[in-house]
């Protein structure tokens, strides 16, 4: 047997679909995305039930309504992971179970994109599953154990994640609340409405993208909507663009969004710049 060396030529030959995750505050326009994505190559995941604002949106949606059918819906588009057990979730038992359920899962070649909304309401059926589990049991006492329920949530929502994040040919985006909160020194910082901790603070490294859907100033100091999409912005909101075809903010249109992250790659010096800070040369600070 030969070391399984994949060449360059075979790894951009190979299907990318983008991974990424969509904040923003309430009411600024996520689910209304979808209208920017082709219907015919956009599965929905509805976790929400909050689809007026995409009312005559002619795709086609699937709607978990627990966290056991989110689990099923995850395993059955990104198929089962080899490394793991018969008895585990997302192994191969699982999978082969999902397949006699929902059929073959060739109905899924169809999709290019899949867009889950919400990733906040995926954590709160994720945790009301958890509280509900042993692990949520305190052992000694027998009453109900908080950090243990929110422990098992942490594992199984990045279990998740992971897994639809492996789904390598689909695009697969979660969208989410963007809270704004103030520190201990009263500095305004944005989260990410997830129940836990674990999620927001390990969520930005399995994504590719992390965008910020936010309302900006235009020339003219109108507001208007627009996506942030490097961590360097001067609002400072969550983002990440590991592409780096993004510019610091984008027009809010999530198509012609991938449509530039798919763009041929710029020179490596181009997407990154690895130059020293320029300093004072008076003072030595970076200016």
């Given amino acids: 047997m030969s070391l399984p060396i994949i ?6 030959a190979e299907p990318r679909g983008i991974k ?12 209304s995305l979808l209208w920017t994505l082709d219907p015919a190559e956009t599965l929905f995941m509805d976790l929400e039930a909050g689809d007026l604002a995409i009312e ?7 709607r978990p309504r627990t966290w056991t059918e989110c689990r099923d819906f995850a395993v059955f ?31 899924l070649d169809r ?13 709160r059926l994720c945790f009301q599953w958890c509280k509900g589990q042993p692990d949520a049991v305190s052992e000694r006492t027998g009453k109900p154990d908080v950090r243990g329920a929110y422990g ?32 201990d020194f ?15 603070l390990e969520l930005p490294g399995i994504v590719d993208e992390v965008i910020t859907m936010a309302e900006l100033k235009d020339a003219e100091d109108r507001p208007t909507r627009a996506f942030v999409c490097h961590t360097l912005n001067p ?8 592409s780096g075809r993004l510019d610091v903010s984008e027009e809010p249109h999530l198509g012609r969004l991938m449509d530039k992250i798919r763009a041929p790659a710029p020179p490596a010096p181009e997407r990154l710049s690895y130059d020293r800070p320029i300093t004072d040369a008076n003072e030595g600070a970076p200016r």
Wanted: aromatic residues 10%; negative net charge; glycine residues 14%.
């Fill in 7 to 12: 060449t360059a030529d075979q790894r951009l």
């Fill in 111 to 123: 999709y290019t994109t899949v867009f889950v909304d919400s990733i906040t309401v995926a954590g």
């Fill in 186 to 200: 009263n500095r305004k910082v944005f989260q990410p409405q997830i129940d836990g901790s674990k999620t927001g």
């Fill in 235 to 242: 609002w400072g909101f969550p983002a990440k663009d590991r």
């Fill in 152 to 183: 098992l949530h942490g594992r199984e929502m990045i279990g998740w994640l992971t897994h639809l994040q492996h789904t390598r040919a689909k695009n697969v985006w979660f969208v989410g609340i963007l809270d704004e909160r103030l520190d």
């Fill in 20 to 31: 990424g995750c969509i904040f923003g505050k309430s009411g600024i326009g996520k689910t």
């Fill in 56 to 62: 005559g949106w002619p795709g086609d949606t699937i």
């Fill in 77 to 107: 588009i990104g198929g089962p992971n080899p490394a793991l057990r018969d008895d585990q979730v997302y192994g191969p038992a699982h999978y082969d179970a999902v397949c006699e359920e929902f059929g073959d899962p060739a109905a």
